[in-house]
């Protein structure tokens, strides 16, 4: 089965700096995605970054950029200027890949991240 | 283009009681799932609907069920409400290897 971990509840950063939130997860799959998803009080879940496994180039998203270390099974995101508006829960999530229509995504608890000004 | 809706936005019911919520995917969107987070928690996978069948399921018990309609909608019912069904559920639409797309979520609260 399937796991993943966030070890930091809650991370704290100052408007305008780095912040690096972390994940591992357990799997024996060779093929599968890897996602970070931001919850802000509106409480939709909205997506930040995908990586797929079979890509060893690591993902950006304008200020959003991952570290994906395969061998390891850490996935850690990369905030960069940090803005008000991030604040909010990140949530890293696991999808197998190659099932079919597959769209189980297997979630760590979150890290609650506060952007102070 | 309209996102992923779900009505209603809160609800409150009391133990033993039966619920429907709904969900609308986004346009253009064929498979729908549905997940339950607990306060504080991650989501947990309830299951999924493509070609209005359920495909998948996660480890949840039979008083769970779903339905997806033509137009791709679908409806998650809970029988025999439990305090412990109290939960965020949330919605989420795609097609076929595409990321999911979140609705805002239902507000179940069993009292």
């Known amino acids: 089965a399937q796991t993943v971990t966030q070890s930091q509840p809650e991370m704290s950063v100052q408007e305008a700096e780095t912040v690096t939130l972390s994940c591992t997860y357990d799997?024996?799959?060779?093929?599968?995605?890897l996602f970070w998803y931001k919850q802000p009080p509106s409480r939709q879940m909205i997506l930040v970054i995908r990586?797929?496994?079979?890509k060893q180039q690591n993902a950006t998203e304008n200020r959003f950029s991952v570290n994906f270390q395969k061998a390891a099974k850490s996935f850690s995101l990369k905030i960069s200027d940090s803005q008000l508006g991030d604040t909010a829960m990140y949530f890293c999530?696991?999808?197998?890949?190659?099932?079919?229509?597959?769209?189980?995504?297997?979630w760590g608890l979150g890290t609650s991240l506060a952007v102070n000004p | 283009d309209a996102g992923v809706t779900q009505s209603p936005t809160h609800l409150i019911k009391t133990r033993g009681q039966q619920v429907t919520l709904r969900c609308s995917p986004k346009s253009g969107h064929d498979t729908v799932s549905w997940y339950q987070q607990a306060l504080g928690q991650g989501p947990q996978f309830i299951f999924q609907?493509?070609?209005?069948?359920?495909?998948q399921r996660g480890n949840f018990p039979d008083r769970f069920s779903g339905h997806q309609f033509p137009n791709y909608s679908s409806e998650l019912n809970v029988n025999a409400l439990l305090l412990g069904d109290s939960a965020l559920y949330l919605c989420a639409s795609s097609l076929m290897n595409s990321p999911l797309h979140f609705g805002n979520g239902t507000r179940l609260t069993v009292t």
């Open positions: 999530a696991f999808m197998k890949g190659n099932a079919g229509n597959n769209r189980k995504l297997i």
């Open positions: 990586q797929e496994a079979y």
């Open positions: 799997t024996s799959e060779n093929n599968y995605y």
């Open positions: 609907y493509y070609e209005e069948e359920e495909r």
